[in-house]
């Protein structure tokens, strides 16, 4: 764990350390959010991938599809992310609500339009 310690023009000590480690110790104090996240990183280091950033883990945690998470994420459409993913908005829109999976190929081309891992949004 790195520390850095820096003090304010007032005289008052600040702490500096990483999201992770600052979550870590969240955990370790029973902050629920922050274990959830230290979850979904573990696992993600687990399967040797980049880990979610935090505003998709934290959309998913509060109920988003983790495809819809990551779409808003980079900021499309559902319009836009099915007009480069090749696929009906009426489509996509059922996979993010979960009324229907996704089959294998359309979660890959979804993840190349969203330039993520397929394995993000499954």
């Known amino acids: 764990m790195t520390i850095q310690t820096i003090k304010t023009d007032g005289g008052e000590e600040l702490v500096i ?3 992770r480690d600052y979550d ?9 959010d922050a274990e959830d996240r230290m979850t979904f990183l573990i696992a993600a280091e687990a399967r040797a991938e980049e880990s979610l950033p935090a505003p998709v883990s934290a959309a998913i945690l509060a109920g988003d599809s983790p495809l819809r998470a990551v779409r808003r994420w980079r900021g499309l459409t559902q ?3 099915a007009r480069a993913a090749g696929v009906q908005q009426g489509y996509l ?3 993010e609500s979960r009324t229907k999976a996704g089959t294998p190929e359309t979660l890959a081309k ?8 397929p394995n993000w949004l499954g």
């Open 110 to 117: 979804l993840a190349e339009a969203l330039g993520v891992s």
């Open 93 to 95: 829109s059922e996979i």
């Open 17 to 19: 350390m990483s999201r």
């Open 24 to 32: 870590a110790m969240l955990a370790r104090m029973g902050d629920e």
């Open 79 to 81: 319009i836009d992310l």
